[in-house]
């Protein structure tokens, strides 16, 4: 099983753009989503989390600038990315927290003037 982000983009520094990745419900119902970013040459981290109750963690990188968001009927998670920075230039993916499930090819977020 994969879940596949989709939404990313080219964004000028301190522009935004929204993520999305849908899961089966059979993953999403019960699980801790997460969305993740691996830039090049570095490890993939966590950026965001949210139970299935909403309560939020954000990496402290991102905290205040990026929020994340899960709708249980439709089985999405989202990340709306407000006041980019070309440091955020990474592939996003989503998958659950602790991560269980094939990464998928993820989104590529490019911030660049």
């Known amino acids: 099983v994969q879940l596949q982000a989709c939404g990313g983009g080219l964004v000028q520094p301190g522009g935004s753009l929204r993520l999305s990745c849908a899961a089966p419900?059979?993953?999403?119902?019960?699980?801790?989503m997460g969305w993740y970013r691996q830039a090049p040459g570095k490890q993939r981290e966590l950026v965001a989390r949210?139970?299935?109750?909403?309560?939020?963690i954000y990496a402290d990188s991102v905290k205040g600038r990026f929020t994340i968001s899960r709708d249980n009927a439709k089985n999405t998670v989202s990340l709306q990315m407000n006041s980019l920075k070309p440091e955020d230039t990474a592939v996003y993916y989503c998958?659950?927290?602790?991560?269980?499930?094939?990464w998928g090819q993820g989104t590529q977020v490019t911030v660049s003037s």
């Open positions: 949210i139970t299935r109750g909403g309560s939020t």
């Open positions: 419900g059979s993953i999403f119902s019960f699980n801790v």
């Open positions: 998958n659950t927290v602790p991560a269980a499930y094939s």
